[in-house]
C-alpha cells in the first residue's frame, strides 16, 4: 500500500493548529493507521495507532481522524517542540509501509 | 523504562555483509506477543521496514531483500541482529529498530536513535 502525505512542508507559527493528510493507495485494513512525531538525532515517537487512537504520554493537542483510504492528523495549538518531521504509516497489510513524511516548520 | 539501541559499522565496504545490532532493555524478547523489527531510510527517501522476529522466533523479510537479510536474536542478551549481504551503494541508510507489542499499540511503539550507514569504497 503506497501513503501519499501532504503537504511535503507545512509553515506555521506557534500557537496555530497543523492539518496533515494521508492518503492510502487501498483502503487500510482496520484503519490500522499510525502517526509518528520524527525530531532529527532522536528516537521517531509513535503519536497515534489504530487511526485515532493516541499512544502513552501523548498530549491531547494531538488526534487523528479518519477512515478507508483518507487520515488526518491534527495538532492544536502548536508548541516549540512539535516543529518535526511527522510519518503516516500502516500496519493493516504486509509489507507496512510509511509515507514520505511531512515537515511542520516555524513560519 | 522501555528502551532500544542500534549499533554497528559507520562505513562499508560494496559486495561486504553489514551486521546490525539492537540492543532491547526494559522487556524482554521471550515475551509473548513481542516484537522486533528493522526499519531503514535512505537520505532523503521514506521509511522501508525491513524484517521483524517474534517472541516465538517466526520472522519475516522484505520480499525486495529477503533474499539478502538475516535476522536473528540472543535472548540470553536480549538483542537482534539483522545481516544484510552483498551490500552497494543503494544501502545507505540509516538503520532502525523498533518494538511492537501486540497487547498494546499493535506497531512500533519504540525506536532506537538509529545507526547511519554508508557503503562507499
Known amino acids: 500500500i503506497v501513503l501519499t502525505q501532504s503537504p511535503a512542508t507545512l509553515s506555521l507559527s506557534p500557537g496555530e493548529e497543523a492539518t496533515l493528510s494521508c492518503g492510502a493507495s487501498q483502503s487500510v485494513t482496520n484503519d490500522y493507521l499510525a502517526w509518528y512525531q520524527h525530531q532529527p538525532g532522536l528516537a521517531p515517537r509513535l503519536l497515534i495507532y489504530d487511526a485515532s487512537n493516541r499512544a502513552t504520554g501523548i498530549p491531547d493537542r494531538f488526534s487523528g481522524g479518519g477512515s478507508g483510504t483518507d487520515f488526518t492528523l491534527t495538532i492544536r495549538r502548536l508548541e516549540p517542540e512539535d516543529f518535526a518531521i511527522y510519518y503516516c504509516q500502516q500496519y493493516g497489510t504486509s509489507p507496512e509501509t510509511f509515507g514520505q513524511g511531512t515537515k511542520v516548520e516555524i513560519k | 523504562q522501555v528502551a532500544l539501541k542500534e549499533s554497528g559499522p559507520a562505513l562499508v565496504n560494496p559486495t561486504q555483509t553489514l551486521t546490525l545490532t539492537c540492543q532491547c532493555s526494559?522487556?524482554?524478547?521471550?515475551?509473548?506477543?513481542?516484537?522486533v523489527s528493522w526499519i531503514r531510510q535512505p537520505p532523503g527517501k521514506a521509511l522501508e521496514w525491513l524484517a521483524h522476529i517474534d517472541w516465538d522466533d517466526d520472522k519475516l523479510y522484505s520480499n525486495v531483500l529477503k533474499n539478502r537479510l538475516t535476522i536473528s536474536r540472543d535472548s540470553s542478551k536480549n538483542q537482534v541482529v539483522l545481516a544484510m549481504t552483498n551490500v552497494d551503494p543503494g544501502d545507505t541508510a540509516t538503520y532502525y529498530c523498533a518494538r511492537t507489542y501486540y497487547y498494546g499499540s499493535g506497531t512500533f511503539d519504540a525506536w532506537g536513535q538509529g545507526t547511519r550507514v554508508t557503503v562507499s569504497s
Open positions: 526494559g522487556f524482554s524478547l521471550r515475551a509473548t506477543a513481542m516484537r
